[in-house]
């Protein structure tokens, strides 16, 4: 069905703002099934349009916006989800903000880019309990990593070693432990229930400096390689495709990487490729050889963590286990 306007929809925690493009109004409802459902109402007594002759805007708002996505999703509606950020350097110098305003600002950048937009895809069930199991994980971690810190500098000082001070600590970080272990025994329990994520989870781990933590969120963040299909789509994605920085004669920093990118992927596959140099003949023969040049140690890493990216690609295309390759160092 051709779409015949715009819905720009600025989604906060207690309610969404739906701006319509072609009339330019704005109208406000609960974020809830209810409020979607009034939001349907209002475009077809105002517009005389169904949702499905609409090209649906929204930013990725993290759970504030997954109600919503489900809605749409459920109804078989098509509709985009973007970055803020990449909506507002689209739109240029703006003035002023509020909901209603942003709504305004988002059916615009619809409008505009009509041509660029990609159709959003929800994951399945299960990819999005692994979703949430994985951050949950991260932030146990970092809470254990905290209280370990903190027991651990409270031992230092002799005055402050004492049990009523530390035994709790004790107990909460043996709970966190305990909690931890759990959360990656439900991730493997997932990974293991569905036959397309325990495939490609084997064929990623087959991959030397891939271990279970690296390959579950690459197939968290890739929903199991269905939204990403090219190793340098998903390098720019994790921020180890350098690009150039360069303008007439006055600026030529050469090639670098980009902050904007996912640091926990880009942080999990510097840890990958460390370890692939140490573990893997072929890549410790190259790096030795640009060690021996005088390369710069972070651009071998950089180097290594694309090619690492490149295996998990190509282990994935092919269905078929990495084979480590040894070099022949013969003279």
């Not at 929204?58 to 078989?76: D, H, P, V």
Request: glycine share 4%; aromatic share 8%.
């Amino acid at each position: 069905m051709e779409k015949k306007d715009f819905l720009g929809i600025d989604v906060s925690k207690l309610t969404i703002d739906c701006h319509l493009h072609t009339m330019q109004i704005t109208k406000q409802f609960k974020n809830t099934k209810n409020g979607f459902k009034s939001m349907e109402r209002w475009i077809k007594q105002k517009a005389n349009l169904n949702l499905s002759e609409l090209v649906i805007c929204f930013e990725a708002t993290g759970g504030y916006s997954f109600e919503l996505s489900r809605y749409l999703a459920n109804a078989n509606l098509e509709f985009t989800v973007d970055s803020g950020y990449r909506i507002s350097r689209t739109l240029g110098l703006v003035r002023g903000k509020n909901d209603s305003v942003d709504a305004l600002r988002i059916a615009e950048y619809a409008y505009r880019y009509a041509d660029k937009l990609r159709i959003h895809k929800m994951p399945s069930d299960e990819l999005i309990l692994l979703q949430k199991l994985y951050n949950f994980r991260r932030k146990l971690k970092k809470d254990l990593a905290s209280y370990k810190t903190r027991l651990k500098e409270e031992k230092r000082i002799e005055f402050f070693d004492i049990p009523m001070l530390n035994d709790p600590q004790t107990v909460v970080i043996e709970s966190l432990k305990q909690s931890l272990a759990d959360v990656e025994e439900s991730i493997k329990a997932i990974i293991k229930g569905n036959s397309e994520m325990q495939k490609n989870y084997d064929l990623l781990v087959s991959i030397k400096g891939i271990g279970f933590v690296t390959a579950t969120l690459v197939i968290a963040l890739t929903a199991n390689f269905t939204l990403f299909d090219d190793p340098k789509k998903f390098a720019s994605y994790s921020g180890t495709a350098p690009f150039s920085y360069q303008s007439g004669t006055s600026i030529n920093k050469g090639k670098r990487v980009s902050k904007l990118a996912n640091a926990e992927m880009r942080s999990l596959l510097t840890q990958a490729a460390k370890s692939a140099r140490q573990h893997d003949p072929e890549l410790k023969a190259y790096a030795d050889t640009r060690a021996k040049a005088g390369k710069s140690p972070m651009s071998t890493i950089n180097i290594l963590r694309n090619k690492l990216i490149s295996r998990m690609f190509a282990v994935i295309r092919k269905q078929k286990p990495y084979e480590i390759r040894v070099p022949n160092t013969a003279a």
